[in-house]
T-cell receptor, first 111, second 112 residues
Framework: RKEVEQDPGPFNVPEGATVAFNCTYS??????FFWYRQDCRKEPKLLMS???SGNEDGRFTAQLNRASQYISLLIRDSKLSDSATYLC????????????FGTGTSLTVIP | ETGVTQTPRHLVMGMTNKKSLKCEQH?????MYWYKQSAKKPLELMFV???????ENNSVPSRFSPECPNSSHLFLHLHTLQPEDSALYLC???????????FGPGTRLTVT
C-alpha cells in the first residue's frame, strides 16, 4: 500500500466552481501534513500546512481527519490561475524523518 | 523568488562523467533535502541534512553522494549514472526537519 494516495484526476472545473481534493495516508504515526501546488515543469510550492483544527487561507480550506487518516483541500471560487497539480505531503518522524508525497491531483480551471 | 537556488538548471551527462549539483538557501534554515522527481511518479526523498549532519539516507545508490559543507549549501555529486537516473532533482530547505519545506527550481538531468 502506498504511504500517500491521491486521486490523480484530472479535475476540469469551470471558473467560479468549488472543488475538493482528498488524500489518504497509511501510517497513523504521521505528524505533519501539507498541501503543495506544482505547475508544469516547475518546483512544488507550499500552499498551506494542515492543522488538526483545520485551517483556511482565503479561498483555500484544509482539513485533517486523523481517525480516518485523510486530509482534504477545498478551493472555492476557482480561478484560471488555480490550474496546477496539487500534492499532498505527509511527514513522519518515526522511524527516521520521512516525507511522503502523493502523485498529485491535476486541476484545470476552464474559462 | 530566490530563497533556494540550484545550479545548473539543466545538465546532460554521459554515464562515465562526474558532475555535481549545487543548492544554496538564503532563508536561514537548518535542514536541507534532496529529492528526485521522475515522470508520473511522486517525489522521492533521497537525503536529509540537519545542521550539516546527514539524518536520512533512503537507500540511495552510492553513485549519488551528498555533501553539506555548511547549513546554507548542499551538493549532490554524481558519477557513473544510469539512463534511469534521468529526472528532475529538487533541493529543499526548512527551518527544522518536519516543518514546511521550500523548494529550489530543480536541475533537470539527462543521462545519455
Amino acid at each position: 500500500r502506498k504511504e500517500v494516495e491521491q486521486d490523480p484526476g484530472p479535475f476540469n472545473v469551470p471558473e467560479g466552481a468549488t472543488v475538493a481534493f482528498n488524500c489518504t495516508y497509511s501510517n497513523s504515526a504521521s505528524q505533519s501534513f501539507f498541501w503543495y501546488r506544482q505547475d508544469c515543469r516547475k518546483e512544488p510550492k507550499l500552499l498551506m500546512s494542515v492543522y488538526s483544527s483545520g485551517n483556511e487561507d482565503g479561498r483555500f480550506t484544509a482539513q485533517l481527519n486523523r481517525a480516518s487518516q485523510y486530509i482534504s483541500l477545498l478551493i472555492r471560487d476557482s480561478k484560471l490561475s488555480d490550474s496546477a497539480t496539487y500534492l499532498c505531503v505527509v511527514n513522519m518522524k518515526r522511524p527516521g524523518n520521512q516525507f511522503y508525497f502523493g502523485t498529485g491531483t491535476s486541476l484545470t480551471v476552464i474559462p | 523568488e530566490t530563497g533556494v537556488t540550484q545550479t545548473p538548471r539543466h545538465l546532460v551527462m554521459g554515464m562515465t562523467n562526474k558532475k555535481s549539483l549545487k543548492c544554496e538557501q538564503h532563508l536561514g534554515h537548518n535542514a536541507m533535502y534532496w529529492y528526485k522527481q521522475s515522470a508520473k511518479k511522486p517525489l522521492e526523498l533521497m537525503f536529509v541534512y540537519s545542521l550539516e549532519e546527514r539524518v536520512e539516507n533512503n537507500s540511495v545508490p552510492s553513485r549519488f553522494s551528498p555533501e553539506c559543507p555548511n547549513s546554507s549549501h548542499l551538493f549532490l555529486h554524481l558519477h557513473t549514472l544510469q539512463p534511469e537516473d534521468s529526472a528532475l532533482y529538487l533541493c529543499a530547505s526548512s527551518q527544522d526537519t518536519g516543518l514546511e519545506q521550500y523548494f529550489g527550481p530543480g536541475t533537470r538531468l539527462t543521462v545519455t
